[in-house]
């Protein structure tokens, strides 16, 4: 398995701000996503982060609100840029070790994150 | 392109009864099926996945789900309900690997009467 922290664990932040969520793995991973999860919903994927490379959004999603960091394989950032109140969720990244198939996802224990 | 559909976001069962949540999935290739589990304001845990091989996959906490390819489900029981079931239960699939981006549904959430 792995151990996913994540920090904030939460925030209060004001309209047209913007918000830097990190997420720390304790081994090296080859996948680390970031989902979110609004208020009584599923959660929907933001974005695969590549290390080395830009990130990969999901339709709905662009860097320019959402931007992603990947450094290297046990860290990665993710901005909510020039926050509204419909930004307030949990946001979550989780992360995988492929191996040939066999291996999961692992979730963070998420941001859950309000704005005023 | 892949999605899951739970039917019934909200199931109640009373305490000792059979659990039943069930999931639907579409793909247009042999999919990697999951149930993960929310406790309230807690991250999410996985309760069980089915990759290859035996269709009847057990998980954690007594849980456990059957792949059917014929009917593209994949629901989940578990024979006695207890007090600490009560969460929302998330179906989901990915398709590359088990590793790989993951849809999820809508949710179900479970409530346990005593």
């Known amino acids: 398995s792995a151990v996913i922290s994540q920090k904030p664990s939460r925030d209060i932040c004001q309209r047209g701000t913007s918000l830097t969520i990190q997420c720390q793995v304790d081994s090296q991973v080859t996948m680390m996503f970031w989902y979110r999860q609004q208020p009584g919903q599923s959660l929907t994927l933001i974005a695969t982060a590549n290390q080395g490379s830009e990130a990969t959004y999901e339709s709905g999603f662009v860097i320019d609100k959402f931007p992603i960091s990947r450094p290297n394989l046990t860290f990665s950032t993710l901005t909510v840029s020039n926050m509204s109140p419909e930004d307030s969720s949990i946001y979550l990244c989780?992360?995988?070790?492929?191996?040939?198939?066999?291996?999961?996802?692992?979730f963070g224990p998420g941001t859950r994150l309000t704005v005023l | 392109a892949q999605s899951v559909t739970q039917l019934g976001s909200h199931v109640s069962v009373s305490e000792g009864a059979l659990v039943l949540l069930r999931c639907n999935y579409s793909s247009s290739v042999p999919p990697y099926l999951f149930w993960y589990v929310q406790y309230p304001n807690q991250g999410l845990q996985l309760l069980l996945k089915?990759?290859?091989?035996?269709?009847l996959v057990k998980g954690i906490n007594g849980f456990e789900a059957e792949f059917k390819k014929s009917e593209t489900s994949f629901h989940l029981t578990k024979p006695s309900a207890h007090m600490s079931d009560a969460a929302e239960y998330f179906c989901a699939v990915s398709l590359y690997s088990s590793a790989s981006k993951i849809i999820f549904g809508s949710g179900t959430r479970l409530s346990i009467r005593p």
């Open positions: 089915y990759t290859t091989g035996a269709t």
């Open positions: 989780s992360v995988g070790r492929d191996h040939r198939g066999t291996d999961t996802q692992y």
